[in-house]
């Protein structure tokens, strides 16, 4: 991570996606998420006509997550797999794990529901982390 560029924010955006595309299958915890968040098959029958936004607007979502992460890499001086992964990891520990906690305190959501969710960040600010320094 020397600078700020945008095809490794967009192919670790990309990475972020297709991570979300698996994790959330319903074959992985999409099925568990399904029914913990209340999400019908008709639901996302009904949402299928929109899924082409919804990804646009997930891609730019984790692009935004990548530029963030480029920018905090460059600053902290990362260069490395050890030093990426190090980034993804706390990056997660600081700004995601506590603030999706949120969910189990004031939403009564199950603690698996935050583990999903939760586990799902970390596994792609990890990936994305190592994106960008390769």
């Known amino acids: 991570m020397y600078e700020v560029t945008l095809l490794p924010v967009f192919i670790a955006g990309l990475v972020s996606v297709v991570i979300g595309f698996v994790w ?8 568990a998420w399904m029914r913990m968040t209340g999400i019908t098959p008709e639901s996302v029958e009904r949402g299928k006509k929109r899924m082409p936004l919804m990804v646009i607007l997930a891609l730019l979502a984790s692009m935004l997550a990548a530029y963030v ?14 030093g990426a992964f190090e980034l993804g990891f706390w990056s997660w520990v600081g700004f995601v794990a506590p603030v999706m906690f949120g969910i189990v305190l004031w939403e009564q959501k199950p603690f698996a529901l935050y583990l999903i969710n939760a586990l799902y960040w970390l596994v792609a600010l990890i990936a994305m982390s190592i994106v960008l320094v390769l």
């Open 69 to 82: 992460l480029n920018y905090f890499g460059i600053a902290w001086g990362v260069y490395d797999i050890i």
């Open 24 to 31: 959330y299958h319903p074959r992985l915890f999409g099925g």
